[in-house]
């Protein structure tokens, strides 16, 4: 099994429905993340958490939120979905030591598409 | 605007072959650097990181890191099929903040 586990894998859903994307981890990271790829742009963070109780907005923030659930659970929320929105989608977490960290491991994505 | 800057390619090189992939930056204080390979389809997976000036070398794969010039580049000797890949680039700002490149697509030929 997956260290990293996002759930759905792929999603299909029409404009204006509410969409949650899940992930746990085994690892035993306190750091998650979620980030969204799109072709030609590459990785952009949307949402992080270093603890259960911390949660940090990203560079592209709207239009989302988070719930961090447990220090092994980290769930995405697109209340109102848009056809913008339709990308793939990563969680990762971290255990690396300091604020210099960008040692992921990332799980395997969810890749949504919005009528 | 950070900004972390890679040929999005395709770079096609033999098999056996070295293949060089190249990566600039234009925050001067950036400290942590780290190349990440992506299957087509697939999550990224952390290759290499490097923290201070010069080469480190794992394997088949060298980082190579000149602060001074802000770019940083991964070598790959003996390109391998399984090496056909696209390989991201990121660093970390002097903000902490992770900022990544578009990546570079590699196809090795047989």
């Known amino acids: 099994d997956a260290d990293v586990t996002q759930t759905p894998r792929n999603r299909i859903t029409k404009t204006g429905k509410r969409i949650m994307l899940e992930c746990s981890q085994t690892k035993g990271h306190d750091r998650m993340y979620w980030y969204r790829q799109d072709p030609g742009l590459g990785l952009r963070l949307i949402y992080y958490?270093?603890?259960?109780?911390?949660?940090n907005k990203g560079e592209i923030s709207d239009g989302y939120s988070v719930s961090r659930q447990a220090q092994a659970k980290f769930s995405l929320s697109l209340e109102s979905a848009i056809p913008n929105q339709t990308a793939l989608y990563f969680c990762?977490?971290?255990?690396?030591?300091?604020?210099?960290?960008?040692?992921?491991?990332f799980g395997e994505g969810s890749r949504l598409t919005v009528l | 605007q950070k900004e972390v800057e890679q040929n999005s390619g395709p770079l096609s090189v033999p098999e056996g072959a070295i293949a060089s992939l190249n990566c600039t930056y234009s925050?001067?204080?950036?400290?942590?650097f780290f190349w990440y390979r992506q299957y087509s389809g697939k999550s990224p997976e952390l290759i290499m990181s490097?923290?201070s000036n010069g080469d480190k070398e794992d394997g088949r794969f060298t980082a190579q890191l000149n602060k001074a010039s802000q770019y940083v580049s991964l070598l790959i000797r003996d390109s391998q099929p399984s090496d056909s890949a696209t390989y991201l680039c990121a660093v970390t700002a002097s903000n902490y903040q992770l900022i990544w490149g578009a990546g570079t697509k590699l196809i090795i030929k047989p």
């Open positions: 958490s270093f603890d259960v109780k911390d949660i």
């Open positions: 925050d001067r204080g950036s400290q942590s």
């Open positions: 990762a977490t971290s255990d690396f030591p300091g604020p210099n960290t960008g040692e992921l491991f």
């Open positions: 490097i923290y």
